[in-house]
C-alpha cells in the first residue's frame, strides 16, 4: 500500500518537543499517513562532540513518540555501518519501499546549512522537503530567498510547515543537565525521567 511519509531525521541527542512539534505539523497540513523519527547512526557533521551511544538516543525517541499513533520509529540508519548520509539515507529508503512516498521534515536552520550537506543535488533531488517556517533578521537571507535559491540552484521541491519553529536546542538541553538546571517542558517527561536514570550529559539519578 501506498503512503505519504515523513522521514524525522537527525542525532535525536536528546529528541526534545520541538521535534515532534515540527512532526505533528507536517502530519497534520500534508496530510501524511506517518511520520517515521528516524535517529542518525554515526553522524559525520557531529565531529565537535560526543555523540550519546545509540542505544540511548533509540529510547529516548521510542520513549517520546510511544503514545502518538501518527508517529513511528525507524532503526533505518542504524542497520548501517560507518558514515551515515542523507543523501545516501534516502536513495536506500526508496529502494527499500519504493511504493511510498517520502518526505524529508527539517526546521529552518537546516534549510540554510544544507549546501554544506554530503552532495546537496542528490538530496534535494531525492526528495521533497517540508519546512518549519522561521523568518531571520540578521546574518541570512530571508527563508522565501533561501527557498527561491535552493529552487533555482537545485530545482528542489521545498514547502513550508506553517508553525514558528520552537527555539530548542538538543545542545541546550544537554548544557542545562550538566548544569543542574531543569529541561521539564522542553523534553517529555519520559524523556527526562531517561536521561536522569541513566546519568545522561551529566545528569543527577535523583532529578
Known amino acids: 500500500m501506498s503512503k505519504k511519509v515523513g ?9 526534545h518537543n520541538g521535534h515532534l512539534l515540527l512532526g505533528r505539523q507536517a502530519y497534520t497540513e500534508y496530510h501524511l499517513d506517518s511520520v517515521w523519527f528516524m535517529p542518525s547512526g554515526q553522524p559525520p557533521h557531529k565531529r565537535d562532540h560526543s555523540v550519546t551511544d545509540g542505544t540511548h538516543r533509540q529510547a529516548m525517541v521510542k520513549l517520546a513518540i510511544k503514545d502518538d499513533p501518527s508517529f513511528e520509529f525507524s532503526d533505518f540508519e542504524f542497520q548501517r555501518n560507518g558514515n551515515t548520509y542523507t543523501a545516501q539515507t534516502m536513495a536506500l529508503l526508496k529502494e527499500a519501499f519504493p511504493q511510498h512516498h517520502f518526505f524529508y521534515i527539517i526546521g529552518a ?9 554530503y552532495h546537496p543535488e542528490q538530496v534535494m533531488a531525492s526528495v521533497p522537503f517540508l519546512v518549519a517556517d522561521r523568518e531571520y533578521e540578521k546574518d541570512h537571507r530571508s527563508l522565501k530567498d533561501q527557498i527561491l535559491h535552493l529552487n533555482q540552484l537545485y530545482n528542489a521541491r521545498i514547502y513550508l510547515l506553517h508553525c514558528k519553529e520552537v527555539d530548542i536546542a538538543s545542545a541546550r538541553i544537554r548544557q542545562a543537565v550538566r548544569e543542574g538546571e531543569s529541561i521539564q517542558g522542553l523534553v517529555p517527561q519520559a524523556v527526562r525521567e531517561y536521561i536522569a536514570a541513566h546519568n545522561l550529559y551529566g545528569a543527577d539519578k535523583s532529578e
Do not use: A
Open 109 to 117: 536552520d537546516s534549510l540554510y546549512e544544507i549546501e554544506g550537506w
Open 7 to 15: 522521514i524525522m531525521g537527525g542525532t535525536f541527542d536528546p529528541v
